[in-house]
Structure formats: C-alpha cells, structure tokens
C-alpha cells in the first residue's frame, strides 16, 4: 500500500524540542519532494518545510527557520522533522506529504499532534 | 507570499443540489511556459488528512466522482460539486503551488441544508 505515516507528536514544554517521522512505503520515496504542512485546531493548513529526493535540498517558512531541521534517510525511506525551541503556537497536527506528479500534493500521511505547554 | 482567500466562509446545501466555493489568490498562478494553473483543491473531514480532489486548477484526481470540478485562471476560481451528496460534507480548501512558500486558502465549510 501507497502510504506515509508520522509519529513522534506529543506534549513538550516550551523551549524544548521534538523529532517527528514520516515513513513512507508502496513507493520510490527518493523520486519525491516531500513537504511538512501543519494545522493549528480549527486553523487553516500551513506550509512548514520541504526536502528533495537525495536530501540536498530544503526549504522552511519564516516562522520555523533556524529552531526546526528537515532531513531524511533514504535507507530507511523515512524522512524527519528535528523541532527545536519549541513555541506555543507551533502546537498543530503535522502532516508529511507527497509532491506527485501534478506537483500538487497527492499524497498524505495520518497526522501526529504537537501540544506545546506548560 | 501569495494570500488566497476563499468564499464564503460556510455554505449550507441542500442533497442533490449545486454547491460552489470559490478561491482566489493575491497574485497569478498561471505559469505561462506552460499555460497550467498551479492551483489544487483538497476536501478535508474531521480527523483525516486532505484528499487531493482537483490539480492544474481543473484535473480531476483518479477515483474522485465527476460531480466535483474546478474551473478559472489566473487569479480566480472555482469547486463546483454538481450534486451534493450526504458523504460531501468537509472543509474544502484550494492550495496554490506555484510559488514558494505554497499557501492554502481558510477553507470553506461545507454542510447538508
């Protein structure tokens, strides 16, 4: 089956730090582009971070640059989001996602929620 | 960044009859190289992650029924779901990938009248 799925969500303090997962399987996950779209409850969905096939290349919104790391092993065909200083508002569900053919996301994991609280 | 902004905000439709979003982004999405809008619609129910429904502003994804469609260019658009059925009811959101970051509207939610 066609399939990513996250974990690693959780409570975390503010100021501390998290690494969420996303596995992927059914497919050649080092052909795709994968993204990290966030959804804040009762929010829209919001772009955090992508990475290329072979890991040389990433890109993250404003509000996550320089506190969240993207990367991925493609050994383990599994890719990851290192958050660090971790603040209130980045409480969310987290989703990875696939960049397929149409450039458009086609592909979605479950989601793993982030709570940031003390 | 580019701002797309859907309407209404809620829309309640009677089963069986027409419902329609619409989407329009603070600048242009259309790739003129290409002649493709690089605008996507996804249909979201409560507890499961986004379903692709339309890309290219108008492609509908293999396996969504043909009672959804999407039309415009540029900077407007539109979901059309032609006869609304129970399993409809969702947040419907359309996502602009032409420029980076990619930005999603605030969705549209959609209810049975």
């Known amino acids: 089956e066609v399939q990513l799925v996250e974990s690693g969500g959780g409570l975390v303090q503010p100021g501390g730090s998290l690494r969420l997962s996303c596995a992927a399987s059914g497919f050649t996950s080092t052909s795709y582009w994968i993204h990290w779209v966030r959804q804040a409850p009762g929010e829209r969905l919001v772009w955090v971070s992508r990475?290329?096939?072979?890991?040389?290349?990433?890109t993250y919104a404003d509000s996550v640059k320089g506190r969240f790391i993207i990367s991925r092993d493609n050994a383990k065909n599994t890719l990851y989001l290192q958050m660090n200083s971790l603040r209130a508002e980045d409480t969310a569900v987290y989703y990875c996602a696939r960049v397929g053919d149409s450039s458009a996301f086609d592909l979605w994991g479950q989601g793993t929620m982030v709570t940031v609280s003390s | 960044d580019i701002v797309m902004t859907q309407s209404p905000d809620s829309l309640a439709v009677s089963l069986g009859e027409r419902a329609t979003i619409n989407c329009k982004s603070s600048?242009?999405?259309?790739?003129?190289?290409?002649?493709?809008?690089?605008l996507a619609w996804y249909q979201q129910k409560p507890g499961q992650p986004p379903k692709l429904l339309i890309y290219?502003?108008?492609t509908r994804e293999s396996g969504i029924p043909d009672r959804f469609s999407g039309s415009g260019s540029g900077t407007d658009f539109t979901l059309t779901i032609s006869s609304l059925q129970a399993e409809d009811v969702a947040v419907y959101y359309c996502l602009q990938y032409y420029s980076s970051p990619r930005t999603f509207g605030q969705g549209t939610k959609l209810e049975i009248k």
């Open positions: 290219w502003a108008s």
């Open positions: 600048q242009s999405v259309l790739y003129s190289s290409n002649n493709k809008n690089y």
């Open positions: 990475i290329n096939g072979d890991g040389s290349r990433t």
